[in-house]
C-alpha cells in the first residue's frame, strides 16, 4: 500500500516537473495558431484558431516576413559553418590526441584559454576585419565568423580520440602507413559518434546566434537574414504588437528540425563528454 | 517663390565654393564636373513635373548656361547604373516602394538600382553609427537622434535644395528640428513625431482631460489605468520643463544643463510620486500600452500618433486625443510640456552617389510624398501645403498633437541625459522604495546629466 | 616559469650560434633568404624563400610602412568632405581612419613578427644544412620534405589551417581589443569623421575610481559581484538540479523513464534565443503571468507580505532589481537543468554498482549514499565541464540579455551614471557601453578584466588536468 502511494507520489512530483518546464513551450505552440498577432495577456489559449500565422511565414513574403528566404540562407550558412568547423575540430583534436610533438602541452592551454574569450567582446573588431576584406554583409562572412575559430573547441573531441587504443595505429605505423593515412583510415572511422556531434552542434550554432549576425548582415534587407534575426527583429518595439504570433509560429517551424537533430546529438553529446573519463 | 530659390541656391553655391577652395586644394575628386556635350541637352531631360524650379534659372538668368541646371547636369554626368539604398520603417515600406517607382519613373534616362531596407526610425541612429560607411544612402530617423548623427558625421549638409524648397516649405518647428548650429542637416518628413493624450471619451469628458488629477479621480472610480511611459526619459521631461525647470544642450553640443533639482523641482518629484501612488497612472512600456488598450484596461494614455491605430480600433467612436493635461506641483496648476517631434529623411555624406541620394530624399519628402503618406497611415505631414488639406486638419491626433504644439519644445539634449532620467522616473513611478530625501534624488539625477564628456 | 624563460633563452642562443658558427651561405641567407637552400641543392626550398621575402617586403613597402608610420599618432588628417550643390557631386579629402590605422598596424606588426620568426628558422636551417653537408649527412630532396608533412611533421600540415583561422578570428581581435583599452575611442572620437589616439592607462584608471560624476568605479565593483555571484548561482543550481533529477528519473521505481527525459528535453530543443525571449513576455509586468497571479490573488497576497511594492498592481517579475535577479537564477534553471541532467545521466549509468550496494548493506540511508558516493564520483568524473560551465556563466550573455534588454530599468542612480544596471554581468554590460553608447575604450577595458578573469579559471583547473592528464593511459 505505502508503496503504490509512494509510486504515485513519485510520478506526480515529475508530471509537476515536466508541466512546470513544457508550459513555455506549450504556450509558443498554441500561440503560434493564434488569431490575435499581439500578445494575448487574459488568456493562455487563444481565443480564436487559425493557421494564418504559418500561411503568412511560407506564402506572404513582405519586407519584414521573408521566411523561405531566412530559411535557405541559415541552411546554406549553417551546412558549409558545419563542414568547416568539423574538418577543423578533427585537424586540431587528432594533433593535439595522437601526435607528440614539442609544445603541445602548452599549446592546448594557451587553445584552452583562448576559447573561454567570448566573442561578445570582440565583435565589433571582427566587424572591421571582415570589412577590410570586404565580407560584411555576405554569407560567407558569416561562415568565417561561425566556423573560423572552431578549432579551439577540440576538447570533446580530444577526449573521445584520447580512448582509441594507441595498437591499432602503432600496428598501422608498423606497416609503414603515414600518419596521414593513420588518420583518415583508422582514426576519423572509429570517431563516428564524436563526429556525428561535432557535426550537428556546429550545424545549431547559426540557427541560435543573432548577436553576430545582427552585427553583420546589417543591410536592413530582410532576405539577406538568418532565421534568428528574423525572429529577433519581429519582437521590436514597433512590431511585436503585430507580429507575436508569427513570430511564435517561427520559432515552432525552425524548432521541429532542430530537436530532431538536438535528440540525435544529445546522444553522443553524454558520450563524448562522459566518454574518455568514465571509460577511465 | 522661384526667384528665392535661385538665389538660395546660387548663395550656397558660392559660400560652398569658398568652402572648397579653403578646403585644401589636394582634394581627391570623387566624380568628374559637368562635360561640355552636356550643355546642350538639359531642358528636354528634365522633368517637368518634379523640377519647376530646374527650368527656372534658364528663364530667367542671362548668364545662366548649363552649368545653373544641376539636375540635367547630374543625368548627362550620369552614365553608369545608379546604386542607392534606401532605410524607410518596418510600417513604411509599401509606401516607399511606391515612391521609389515614381521616383525611377520621374527620371528615365537614368538607370537605378536601389535596395530598400528595413530600419526603424527610432533606432535608425544604432546601426548607422556602428559603421556610417556601411549605412544607406537615404534613411529616415527620428529627430532626437540628428544631435549624434551629425557629430558623427553621418549626414549631409542640404545646401541647396534642386525640386522644392525644404526651409520654406516645412513647418519652422521641422526646419528647425533638422538644423544644427544654423545648417540644415537633413529632410522633414511628418511633424507628429511628438507625444499627446489618448483618450477613451466615454470614461473622460472633455473638462476631465485639462487636468491629469481629475483624470486620476475619473479612472480610479471607473477602476482602470491611466497609461505613461514614466521611466523614460523622454516622457518624464514633460513634468519637469511644464514646471519650468531646465534642461538643455550646452553650446558644445555634448554635455547638458540641467536645473531640474533647483527650487520647485521636489514638487514636480513629489507630484509624480502621489499620481503614481494610487496605480491609477502608471508607469508602463509602448508595447505594454498596445496590449493593454486592446485589453480595455487602459482608457488613457500619453503616446504618439503610431498609437492612434490600436486606440482608434480599440475605442472605436469613443476614440479621443487632446494635448496633455495640466498637474499640481507646489500648489499650482502646471500645462504638461512634452517634445516635439519630427521624422526626418538624412542623405550619407559616404554615398556613391550624393547627388541622386539628395534628389530621392527631396522626393521621398515632396508635398505629394507626405500627402501619400498621411493618406496610407495617418502621418501628419511637415509640409506646410500638405498640413493644410482638410482632411489632415480633421485628423484626432494630429489635431491633438497642434493642440500641443504651443507646450512643445524641439528635442535638443546630450547622450548624458537619458540613462539618469530613465532612473529617476523609475524610482519615482515605484513610489521612491528606498525613502531617498527627494532633493538628493534629483541632485544625482542631475549631476548625472551634466556630467562631463571626456 | 623559469622553464619558460630558458627555453626563450635557448631559442635565441641556437639562432645566434647558427649566425656565428654559419658559413658564408648562412650569412648571405641571412639578408637573401634561400640562397643556403639552393648552395645545398634545395632549390624549390631556396625558391619558396625567396619568394616569401620577396612577398614581405613588398607588403612592408605597400602596407606595413604607411601604416605603421601613423601608428603612434593613430592618424592626423581630419575627414573633411565638400558638396558642391552646382555638379552635385562631393569631394572627400584623403583622410586618416584612426581604427583602420590600429588594426593595420597590428596586422602589419603580426605580420613582421611572424617573418622574423620565419627569418630566424631559416638561418638555423640553413645552418644546419650546413651542419649536414659537413658531416656528409642525407640532405632532403623537396618531395622528402613534402613527406614529411604528412609524417614526422604532420601535426604542423594539420594545425596550419586552424591557426589560420584562430588567428583571423580570436587572437587579431583580442589584439585590437587591447590596444583599444589604451585610446580614447568613444563617441566623440569616432571614425570615419574622427579621430582618436593614445592615452595611456587613464581608461584603467576610470574603472578602479569613482568620483561624483565618473561612477564607472562603483558600477565596476556591483557588477563584478553580481557577475561572480551569479556565476556561482548558476553553475551550481542547475548542477546539483540535473543529477537530482537524473536519480530521480533513473530511480527503478519511475515507470517509463525515457519518456520522461524527453519531456524535459524537448523545452531545450527549440532554440534559446526564441525561448528566452518568450519567456519574458511571459513574466511581463502586464504578462500572462501576472494576470493569472493577480486573478487567484497572489499579488495582493505577496503585497501584504511586503515582497511587491504597494503601489504596484503586478509582481515585477523581471523590473525590480531584487525579483529580476531571482527569476533569472530561477529561468536559468529551467533552461540548464535538461543540459546537466543529461549529462549527469551518462555519468550515473557508469557509477560503481557495487560500492552502492556494500553501502547499502552497511546500512546507509539514501542521503548518505548521494553525498558519501555519488556526489564524490560525480564532482571527479564532470570536475573539468563544471569549471567550463562557471566560465561560461560568467560570460551568460544570452539569458542576461534576452531576459532583461528594454524591459529591465535601473533605480541605481550610480549605475545609471554609467550606463549600468543591477542585472548585469560584465559582458552585457560591456555589450550595451559598445552597442548603445560606442563607448570602445571603456568597453575595452571591461573586456580586458574578463578575459583576466576567466583565463585565471580556466588556467588552474585546465593545466592541472592537462598536466595530471589520464590522456596517456589508453595509449
Same mark, same amino acid.
Given at each position: 500500500?505505502?508503496?503504490?502511494?509512494?509510486?504515485?507520489?513519485?510520478?506526480?512530483?515529475?508530471?509537476?516537473?515536466?508541466?512546470?518546464?513544457?508550459?513555455?513551450?506549450?504556450?509558443?505552440?498554441?500561440?503560434?495558431?493564434?488569431?490575435?498577432?499581439?500578445?494575448?495577456?487574459?488568456?493562455?489559449?487563444?481565443?480564436?484558431?487559425?493557421?494564418?500565422?504559418?500561411?503568412?511565414?511560407?506564402?506572404?513574403?513582405?519586407?519584414?516576413?521573408?521566411?523561405?528566404?531566412?530559411?535557405?540562407?541559415?541552411?546554406?550558412?549553417?551546412?558549409?559553418?558545419?563542414?568547416?568547423?568539423?574538418?577543423?575540430?578533427?585537424?586540431?583534436?587528432?594533433?593535439?590526441?595522437?601526435?607528440?610533438?614539442?609544445?603541445?602541452?602548452?599549446?592546448?592551454?594557451?587553445?584552452?584559454?583562448?576559447?573561454?574569450?567570448?566573442?561578445?567582446?570582440?565583435?565589433?573588431?571582427?566587424?572591421?576585419?571582415?570589412?577590410?576584406?570586404?565580407?560584411?554583409?555576405?554569407?560567407?562572412?558569416?561562415?568565417?565568423?561561425?566556423?573560423?575559430?572552431?578549432?579551439?573547441?577540440?576538447?570533446?573531441?580530444?577526449?573521445?580520440?584520447?580512448?582509441?587504443?594507441?595498437?591499432?595505429?602503432?600496428?598501422?605505423?608498423?606497416?609503414?602507413?603515414?600518419?596521414?593515412?593513420?588518420?583518415?583510415?583508422?582514426?576519423?572511422?572509429?570517431?563516428?559518434?564524436?563526429?556525428?556531434?561535432?557535426?550537428?552542434?556546429?550545424?545549431?550554432?547559426?540557427?541560435?546566434?543573432?548577436?553576430?549576425?545582427?552585427?553583420?548582415?546589417?543591410?536592413?534587407?530582410?532576405?539577406?537574414?538568418?532565421?534568428?534575426?528574423?525572429?529577433?527583429?519581429?519582437?521590436?518595439?514597433?512590431?511585436?504588437?503585430?507580429?507575436?504570433?508569427?513570430?511564435?509560429?517561427?520559432?515552432?517551424?525552425?524548432?521541429?528540425?532542430?530537436?530532431?537533430?538536438?535528440?540525435?546529438?544529445?546522444?553522443?553529446?553524454?558520450?563524448?563528454?562522459?566518454?574518455?573519463?568514465?571509460?577511465? | 517663390?522661384?526667384?528665392?530659390?535661385?538665389?538660395?541656391?546660387?548663395?550656397?553655391?558660392?559660400?560652398?565654393?569658398?568652402?572648397?577652395?579653403?578646403?585644401?586644394?589636394?582634394?581627391?575628386?570623387?566624380?568628374?564636373?559637368?562635360?561640355?556635350?552636356?550643355?546642350?541637352?538639359?531642358?528636354?531631360?528634365?522633368?517637368?513635373?518634379?523640377?519647376?524650379?530646374? @527650368?527656372?534659372?534658364?528663364? @530667367?538668368?542671362?548668364?545662366?548656361?548649363?552649368?545653373?541646371?544641376?539636375?540635367?547636369?547630374?543625368?548627362?554626368?550620369?552614365?553608369?547604373?545608379?546604386?542607392?539604398?534606401?532605410?524607410?520603417? @518596418?510600417?513604411?515600406?509599401?509606401?516607399?516602394?511606391?515612391?521609389?517607382?515614381?521616383?525611377?519613373?520621374?527620371?528615365?534616362?537614368?538607370?537605378?538600382?536601389?535596395?530598400?531596407?528595413?530600419?526603424?526610425?527610432?533606432?535608425?541612429?544604432?546601426?548607422?553609427?556602428?559603421?556610417?560607411?556601411?549605412?544607406?544612402?537615404?534613411?529616415?530617423?527620428?529627430?532626437?537622434?540628428?544631435?549624434?548623427?551629425?557629430?558623427?558625421?553621418?549626414?549631409?549638409?542640404?545646401?541647396?535644395?534642386?525640386?522644392?524648397?525644404?526651409?520654406?516649405?516645412?513647418?519652422?518647428?521641422?526646419?528647425?528640428?533638422?538644423?544644427?548650429?544654423?545648417?540644415?542637416?537633413?529632410?522633414?518628413?511628418?511633424?507628429?513625431?511628438?507625444?499627446?493624450?489618448?483618450?477613451?471619451?466615454?470614461?473622460?469628458?472633455?473638462?476631465?482631460?485639462?487636468?491629469?488629477?481629475?483624470?486620476? @479621480?475619473?479612472?480610479?472610480?471607473?477602476?482602470?489605468?491611466?497609461?505613461?511611459?514614466?521611466?523614460?526619459?523622454?516622457?518624464?521631461?514633460?513634468?519637469?520643463?511644464?514646471?519650468?525647470?531646465?534642461?538643455?544642450?550646452?553650446?558644445?553640443?555634448?554635455?547638458?544643463?540641467?536645473?531640474?533639482?533647483?527650487?520647485?523641482?521636489?514638487?514636480?518629484?513629489?507630484?509624480?510620486?502621489?499620481?503614481?501612488?494610487?496605480?491609477?497612472?502608471?508607469?508602463?512600456?509602448?508595447?505594454?500600452?498596445?496590449?493593454?488598450?486592446?485589453?480595455?484596461?487602459?482608457?488613457?494614455?500619453?503616446?504618439?500618433?503610431?498609437?492612434?491605430?490600436?486606440?482608434?480600433?480599440?475605442?472605436?467612436?469613443?476614440?479621443?486625443?487632446?494635448?496633455?493635461?495640466?498637474?499640481?506641483?507646489?500648489?499650482?496648476?502646471?500645462?504638461?510640456?512634452?517634445?516635439?517631434?519630427?521624422?526626418?529623411?538624412?542623405?550619407?555624406?559616404?554615398?556613391?552617389?550624393?547627388?541622386?541620394?539628395?534628389?530621392?530624399?527631396?522626393?521621398?519628402?515632396?508635398?505629394?510624398?507626405?500627402?501619400?503618406?498621411?493618406?496610407?497611415?495617418?502621418?501628419?505631414?511637415?509640409?506646410?501645403?500638405?498640413?493644410?488639406?482638410?482632411?489632415?486638419?480633421?485628423?484626432?491626433?494630429?489635431?491633438?498633437?497642434?493642440?500641443?504644439?504651443?507646450?512643445?519644445?524641439?528635442?535638443?539634449?546630450?547622450?548624458?541625459?537619458?540613462?539618469?532620467?530613465?532612473?529617476?522616473?523609475?524610482?519615482?513611478?515605484?513610489?521612491?522604495?528606498?525613502?531617498?530625501?527627494?532633493?538628493?534624488?534629483?541632485?544625482?539625477?542631475?549631476?548625472?546629466?551634466?556630467?562631463?564628456?571626456? | 616559469?623559469?622553464?619558460?624563460?630558458?627555453?626563450?633563452?635557448?631559442?635565441?642562443?641556437?639562432?645566434?650560434?647558427?649566425?656565428?658558427?654559419?658559413?658564408?651561405?648562412?650569412?648571405?641567407?641571412?639578408?637573401?633568404?634561400?640562397?643556403?637552400?639552393?648552395?645545398?641543392?634545395?632549390?624549390?626550398?631556396?625558391?619558396?624563400?625567396?619568394?616569401?621575402?620577396?612577398?614581405?617586403?613588398?607588403?612592408?613597402?605597400?602596407?606595413?610602412?604607411?601604416?605603421?608610420?601613423?601608428?603612434?599618432?593613430?592618424?592626423?588628417?581630419?575627414?573633411?568632405?565638400?558638396?558642391?550643390?552646382?555638379?552635385?557631386?562631393?569631394?572627400?579629402?584623403?583622410?586618416?581612419?584612426?581604427?583602420?590605422?590600429?588594426?593595420?598596424?597590428?596586422?602589419?606588426?603580426?605580420?613582421?613578427?611572424?617573418?622574423?620568426?620565419?627569418?630566424?628558422?631559416?638561418?638555423?636551417?640553413?645552418?644546419?644544412?650546413?651542419?649536414?653537408?659537413?658531416?656528409?649527412?642525407?640532405?632532403?630532396?623537396?618531395?622528402?620534405?613534402?613527406?614529411?608533412?604528412?609524417?614526422?611533421?604532420?601535426?604542423?600540415?594539420?594545425?596550419?589551417?586552424?591557426?589560420?583561422?584562430?588567428?583571423?578570428?580570436?587572437?587579431?581581435?583580442?589584439?585590437?581589443?587591447?590596444?583599444?583599452?589604451?585610446?580614447?575611442?568613444?563617441?566623440?572620437?569616432?571614425?570615419?569623421?574622427?579621430?582618436?589616439?593614445?592615452?595611456?592607462?587613464?581608461?584603467?584608471?576610470?574603472?578602479?575610481?569613482?568620483?561624483?560624476?565618473?561612477?564607472?568605479?562603483?558600477?565596476?565593483?556591483?557588477?563584478?559581484?553580481?557577475?561572480?555571484?551569479?556565476?556561482?548561482?548558476?553553475?551550481?543550481?542547475?548542477?546539483?538540479?540535473?543529477?537530482?533529477?537524473?536519480?530521480?528519473?533513473?530511480?527503478?521505481?519511475?515507470?517509463?523513464?525515457?519518456?520522461?527525459?524527453?519531456?524535459?528535453?524537448?523545452?531545450?530543443?527549440?532554440?534559446?534565443?526564441?525561448?528566452?525571449?518568450?519567456?519574458?513576455?511571459?513574466?511581463?509586468?502586464?504578462?500572462?503571468?501576472?494576470?493569472?497571479?493577480?486573478?487567484?490573488?497572489?499579488?495582493?497576497?505577496?503585497?501584504?507580505?511586503?515582497?511587491?511594492?504597494?503601489?504596484?498592481?503586478?509582481?515585477?517579475?523581471?523590473?525590480?532589481?531584487?525579483?529580476?535577479?531571482?527569476?533569472?537564477?530561477?529561468?536559468?534553471?529551467?533552461?540548464?537543468?535538461?543540459?546537466?541532467?543529461?549529462?549527469?545521466?551518462?555519468?550515473?549509468?557508469?557509477?560503481?554498482?557495487?560500492?552502492?550496494?556494500?553501502?547499502?548493506?552497511?546500512?546507509?540511508?539514501?542521503?548518505?549514499?548521494?553525498?558519501?558516493?555519488?556526489?564524490?564520483?560525480?564532482?571527479?568524473?564532470?570536475?573539468?565541464?563544471?569549471?567550463?560551465?562557471?566560465?561560461?556563466?560568467?560570460?551568460?550573455?544570452?539569458?542576461?540579455?534576452?531576459?532583461?534588454?528594454?524591459?529591465?530599468?535601473?533605480?541605481?542612480?550610480?549605475?545609471?551614471?554609467?550606463?549600468?544596471?543591477?542585472?548585469?554581468?560584465?559582458?552585457?554590460?560591456?555589450?550595451?557601453?559598445?552597442?548603445?553608447?560606442?563607448?570602445?575604450?571603456?568597453?575595452?577595458?571591461?573586456?580586458?578584466?574578463?578575459?583576466?578573469?576567466?583565463?585565471?579559471?580556466?588556467?588552474?583547473?585546465?593545466?592541472?588536468?592537462?598536466?595530471?592528464?589520464?590522456?596517456?593511459?589508453?595509449?
Amino acid at each position: 500500500m505505502k508503496k503504490t502511494v509512494n509510486s504515485i507520489l513519485r510520478h506526480l512530483v515529475l508530471l509537476l516537473l515536466a508541466v512546470i518546464w513544457l508550459i513555455p513551450i506549450l504556450w509558443l505552440f498554441v500561440t503560434s495558431f493564434s488569431g490575435y498577432k499581439g500578445i494575448n495577456t487574459s488568456h493562455f489559449f487563444p481565443e480564436t484558431w487559425t493557421l494564418d500565422n504559418y500561411a503568412q511565414l511560407f506564402f506572404r513574403s513582405d519586407s519584414i516576413v521573408q521566411y523561405n528566404r531566412w530559411f535557405v540562407n541559415t541552411l546554406v550558412i549553417a551546412i558549409f559553418t558545419c563542414l568547416i568547423s568539423t574538418i577543423l575540430v578533427l585537424m586540431v583534436s587528432y594533433t593535439m590526441s595522437k601526435l607528440r610533438f614539442p609544445g603541445r602541452k602548452q599549446l592546448m592551454s594557451f587553445s584552452i584559454i583562448l576559447n573561454m574569450f567570448p566573442g561578445v567582446l570582440s565583435m565589433i573588431a571582427i566587424y572591421f576585419i571582415l570589412k577590410t576584406f570586404n565580407l560584411t554583409n555576405s554569407h560567407i562572412g558569416m561562415i568565417i565568423v561561425y566556423s573560423a575559430g572552431a578549432g579551439l573547441g577540440f576538447l570533446i573531441c580530444k577526449g573521445f580520440m584520447d580512448t582509441i587504443s594507441v595498437s591499432l595505429s602503432e600496428a598501422a605505423r608498423l606497416e609503414g602507413a603515414s600518419e596521414a593515412k593513420i588518420f583518415f583510415r583508422i582514426i576519423i572511422p572509429l570517431s563516428k559518434p564524436i563526429i556525428v556531434y561535432t557535426v550537428i552542434s556546429s550545424f545549431l550554432v547559426p540557427w541560435g546566434d543573432f548577436v553576430f549576425a545582427k552585427l553583420m548582415l546589417n543591410s536592413g534587407i530582410a532576405t539577406d537574414w538568418t532565421v534568428a534575426i528574423g525572429l529577433f527583429n519581429m519582437l521590436g518595439k514597433s512590431m511585436i504588437a503585430k507580429y507575436f504570433s508569427v513570430f511564435c509560429a517561427g520559432g515552432v517551424v525552425i524548432s521541429v528540425p532542430i530537436s530532431i537533430l538536438f535528440l540525435i546529438m544529445q546522444k553522443f553529446y553524454v558520450e563524448g563528454i562522459t566518454g574518455g573519463s568514465v571509460k577511465g | 517663390m522661384k526667384k528665392k530659390v535661385l538665389a538660395t541656391l546660387l548663395a550656397t553655391a558660392l559660400a560652398a565654393s569658398c568652402l572648397a577652395g579653403c578646403g585644401g586644394s589636394g582634394d581627391a575628386a570623387q566624380t568628374p564636373a559637368a562635360d561640355a556635350p552636356a550643355a546642350e541637352t538639359p531642358a528636354a531631360d528634365a522633368p517637368a513635373a518634379d523640377a519647376p524650379e530646374a @527650368e527656372a534659372p534658364a528663364a @530667367e538668368a542671362p548668364a545662366a548656361d548649363a552649368a545653373a541646371d544641376p539636375i540635367a547636369n547630374l543625368i548627362a554626368a550620369t552614365t553608369d547604373t545608379v546604386t542607392l539604398k534606401v532605410w524607410a520603417s @518596418e510600417e513604411d515600406q509599401d509606401l516607399t516602394t511606391k515612391l521609389l517607382d515614381e521616383f525611377k519613373a520621374a527620371y528615365p534616362d537614368v538607370t537605378f538600382d536601389i535596395t530598400l531596407g528595413a530600419e526603424s526610425e527610432s533606432t535608425a541612429k544604432d546601426t548607422i553609427l556602428t559603421d556610417v560607411e556601411a549605412a544607406a544612402d537615404v534613411f529616415a530617423f527620428a529627430d532626437d537622434q540628428i544631435n549624434e548623427l551629425v557629430k558623427a558625421g553621418a549626414l549631409q549638409e542640404v545646401v541647396a535644395n534642386y525640386t522644392y524648397d525644404v526651409a520654406n516649405d516645412n513647418v519652422s518647428g521641422a526646419v528647425e528640428a533638422a538644423t544644427i548650429d544654423g545648417k540644415l542637416y537633413a529632410y522633414p518628413m511628418t511633424a507628429d513625431n511628438g507625444y499627446f493624450m489618448f483618450y477613451d471619451s466615454s470614461v473622460f469628458s472633455e473638462s476631465d482631460v485639462q487636468s491629469l488629477e481629475k483624470m486620476v @479621480e475619473v479612472a480610479q472610480a471607473a477602476n482602470k489605468k491611466i497609461a505613461m511611459d514614466i521611466s523614460n526619459g523622454w516622457y518624464i521631461y514633460a513634468f519637469f520643463q511644464g514646471a519650468g525647470l531646465d534642461l538643455k544642450l550646452n553650446d558644445d553640443g555634448l554635455t547638458n544643463t540641467c536645473t531640474w533639482n533647483a527650487a520647485g523641482g521636489t514638487d514636480v518629484a513629489q507630484a509624480i510620486l502621489d499620481l503614481t501612488a494610487s496605480n491609477v497612472l502608471v508607469d508602463m512600456g509602448d508595447e505594454d500600452m498596445a496590449t493593454q488598450i486592446a485589453e480595455g484596461n487602459v482608457v488613457a494614455c500619453v503616446n504618439g500618433t503610431w498609437r492612434a491605430e490600436t486606440a482608434a480600433e480599440a475605442w472605436g467612436d469613443n476614440y479621443a486625443a487632446t494635448k496633455l493635461p495640466t498637474f499640481k506641483a507646489g500648489g499650482k496648476d502646471c500645462q504638461m510640456s512634452s517634445y516635439s517631434g519630427y521624422k526626418l529623411i538624412g542623405v550619407n555624406p559616404h554615398s556613391a552617389n550624393i547627388g541622386w541620394a539628395m534628389l530621392l530624399a527631396e522626393y521621398l519628402t515632396s508635398e505629394a510624398a507626405q500627402t501619400a503618406r498621411f493618406e496610407a497611415r495617418g502621418l501628419g505631414p511637415a509640409n506646410v501645403a500638405a498640413a493644410s488639406s482638410p482632411a489632415v486638419q480633421a485628423n484626432p491626433a494630429i489635431a491633438a498633437l497642434a493642440a500641443q504644439a504651443a507646450y512643445a519644445t524641439p528635442q535638443r539634449v546630450g547622450g548624458n541625459f537619458w540613462s539618469p532620467a530613465e532612473t529617476l522616473g523609475q524610482i519615482l513611478a515605484s513610489g521612491n522604495p528606498d525613502g531617498t530625501d527627494l532633493q538628493e534624488l534629483l541632485d544625482t539625477t542631475v549631476e548625472g546629466i551634466t556630467a562631463p564628456v571626456e | 616559469m623559469k622553464k619558460a624563460l630558458s627555453a626563450i633563452g635557448n631559442y635565441f642562443k641556437d639562432f645566434g650560434i647558427a649566425f656565428v658558427k654559419g658559413d658564408v651561405w648562412v650569412k648571405v641567407s641571412a639578408v637573401l633568404m634561400g640562397v643556403g637552400y639552393i648552395a645545398r641543392k634545395q632549390v624549390v626550398n631556396g625558391i619558396i624563400m625567396f619568394l616569401v621575402e620577396a612577398l614581405f617586403a613588398v607588403l612592408c613597402v605597400g602596407y606595413a610602412a604607411p601604416n605603421l608610420a601613423k601608428f603612434g599618432t593613430l592618424g592626423t588628417v581630419q575627414f573633411e568632405q565638400v558638396f558642391d550643390p552646382l555638379t552635385m557631386t562631393s569631394t572627400i579629402n584623403d583622410y586618416d581612419n584612426s581604427f583602420l590605422i590600429l588594426l593595420n598596424s597590428i596586422i602589419a606588426l603580426f605580420l613582421i613578427l611572424v617573418f622574423v620568426i620565419f627569418w630566424i628558422a631559416n638561418v638555423k636551417a640553413v645552418y644546419r644544412l650546413q651542419l649536414q653537408q659537413e658531416n656528409g649527412e642525407h640532405i632532403n630532396t623537396f618531395a622528402e620534405d613534402i613527406r614529411a608533412l604528412f609524417n614526422e611533421k604532420f601535426h604542423i600540415t594539420l594545425l596550419t589551417l586552424p591557426t589560420i583561422g584562430v588567428i583571423l578570428m580570436n587572437i587579431l581581435p583580442i589584439l585590437v581589443l587591447v590596444a583599444v583599452a589604451f585610446t580614447n575611442y568613444d563617441q566623440q572620437h569616432m571614425p570615419p569623421s574622427a579621430l582618436f589616439t593614445w592615452v595611456g592607462w587613464s581608461n584603467f584608471k576610470n574603472l578602479f575610481t569613482s568620483s561624483v560624476t565618473v561612477t564607472f568605479g562603483y558600477s565596476f565593483k556591483k557588477v563584478l559581484v553580481w557577475t561572480l555571484e551569479w556565476a556561482v548561482l548558476a553553475t551550481f543550481t542547475t548542477y546539483i538540479g540535473g543529477i537530482l533529477l537524473a536519480k530521480f528519473i533513473n530511480n527503478k521505481k519511475t515507470k517509463l523513464p525515457k519518456m520522461w527525459r524527453t519531456l524535459f528535453i524537448i523545452a531545450i530543443a527549440v532554440p534559446q534565443f526564441v525561448t528566452l525571449l518568450l519567456v519574458r513576455n511571459f513574466f511581463a509586468d502586464s504578462g500572462i503571468v501576472n494576470t493569472f497571479c493577480n486573478n487567484v490573488g497572489l499579488t495582493d497576497f505577496l503585497k501584504n507580505v511586503g515582497l511587491v511594492p504597494a503601489n504596484l498592481s503586478y509582481i515585477p517579475f523581471l523590473t525590480n532589481p531584487g525579483w529580476a535577479k531571482v527569476m533569472i537564477v530561477i529561468i536559468n534553471i529551467w533552461v540548464g537543468i535538461p543540459y546537466q541532467m543529461l549529462i549527469a545521466t551518462g555519468v550515473l549509468m557508469n557509477i560503481p554498482e557495487d560500492q552502492i550496494e556494500s553501502a547499502r548493506i552497511d546500512g546507509a540511508n539514501p542521503f548518505q549514499i548521494f553525498i558519501k558516493i555519488t556526489m564524490p564520483y560525480m564532482l571527479f568524473v564532470t570536475g573539468p565541464s563544471l569549471i567550463t560551465d562557471f566560465v561560461k556563466n560568467i560570460n551568460n550573455f544570452n539569458v542576461i540579455y534576452l531576459l532583461t534588454q528594454d524591459v529591465f530599468v535601473t533605480s541605481d542612480q550610480l549605475l545609471a551614471n554609467s550606463n549600468a544596471k543591477e542585472v548585469d554581468l560584465l559582458v552585457t554590460w560591456l555589450f550595451r557601453l559598445t552597442n548603445e553608447y560606442y563607448n570602445y575604450k571603456m568597453a575595452s577595458v571591461i573586456g580586458i578584466i574578463v578575459f583576466i578573469i576567466c583565463a585565471a579559471f580556466t588556467l588552474v583547473t585546465f593545466t592541472r588536468t592537462i598536466k595530471g592528464d589520464k590522456e596517456e593511459e589508453f595509449q
